[in-house]
């Protein structure tokens, strides 16, 4: 009775202090004002200017600037080079994306389990992600080298003619996807895994105490259960698969014949190598675009799936 007492004298002049304190709101600001600064200085500020160098003809070199308006915008629609780029890196998407989150999810449910032989493996097949593309580029030219390679060498062991997929338009993107397929299933598994862990044993229980099959328990327990991981991984991988740059620069510098060229790589060449930075800008800003579109499609697809 008397803590209840307390607590009723209290309330009142808790409220007087607040009702006193008008600055309380400029006080709780300064909590996140940094974060605010940093993120306008990295983000909205470089977002903002690349929109307006995006509709200047930019001199570099005469340190000049020409306003043209949507024109390298006009230009990117009438580039082939551009147009490959773009159609590049939605076939790159496609061909990752649904494997990451497959075998990352395969590679989970097979290796959710305790043991020193389980952690082994996570640790192998999360190792490789730590890797930087230079390391992962360098080991699969020595493996994919003509002639040379492990794969020729495998080929001639086997007596069959030698195949060298980065050199034919076919195989060669398909190649860069597997080559980032092996570098960074690693990270999809352990997301999945840190989600398997939290559904809790009970329901596996009383699903085996009803006898039910793998398939069942798996597509009524267990996907259920982890389905907003399911999510996470596919938009983090379409963002970063978005951005495919480096494998296809280091293994085959955008060939053969343009077909391995992606967004990013046409930006750099545009940008670094012609120094035509206004039409890399804007070829960047066409990239943001694409990715926003396909991330928000791909969250509103999960989202309506989650829901039926």
């Known amino acids: 009775m008397a803590s209840d007492r307390t607590l009723a004298v209290d309330l009142p002049k808790t409220r007087q202090r607040r009702r006193r304190n008008p600055n309380a709101p400029w006080t709780n600001a300064l909590f996140v004002l940094p ?3 940093v993120y306008v200085l990295l983000l909205i500020v470089p977002l903002a200017f690349g929109w307006w160098l995006s509709l200047q003809n930019v001199d570099l070199l005469a340190g000049t600037s020409e306003f043209i308006g949507i024109k390298n915008y006009l230009d990117l629609v009438f580039d082939p080079i551009f147009r490959g780029a773009v159609r590049n890196t939605f076939y790159f998407v496609i061909l990752t994306v649904p494997v990451f989150v497959v075998l990352g999810l395969a590679l989970a449910l097979v290796l959710n389990r305790p043991g020193r032989f389980g952690a082994a493996l996570r640790a192998i097949f999360f190792g ?115 951005q495919l740059f480096g494998q296809a620069q280091l293994l085959t510098d955008g060939g053969p014949n343009n077909s391995t060229r992606p967004l990013v790589q046409f930006i750099y060449e545009t940008g670094f190598r ?26 509103w697809l999960l989202r309506k799936k989650e829901s039926a």
């Open 274 to 299: 012609q120094w035509t930075f206004g039409y890399s800008a804007a070829a960047a800003q066409v990239l943001f675009a694409l990715m926003l579109i396909g991330v928000v499609a791909q969250a």
């Open 128 to 242: 490789s992600s730590v890797l930087s593309v230079t390391i992962v580029t360098l080991v699969w030219k020595l493996v994919l080298m003509p002639g040379h390679g492990l794969l020729a060498d495998l080929s001639h062991a086997a007596g069959i003619p030698e195949y060298v997929p980065l050199l034919h338009e076919a195989t060669a993107l398909p190649t860069i996807a597997v080559v980032t397929v092996w570098w960074i299933v690693g990270l999809p598994m352990m997301l999945f895994l840190a989600a398997l862990q939290q559904i809790p044993q009970e329901l596996y229980e009383a699903a085996a105490l009803d006898n039910a099959t793998r398939w069942r328990t798996f597509t009524k327990i267990t996907l259920p259960s982890i389905w907003r991981t399911v999510a996470l991984v596919a938009v983090i991988e379409a963002v970063f698969q978005f």
């Open 35 to 37: 974060f605010v600064v």
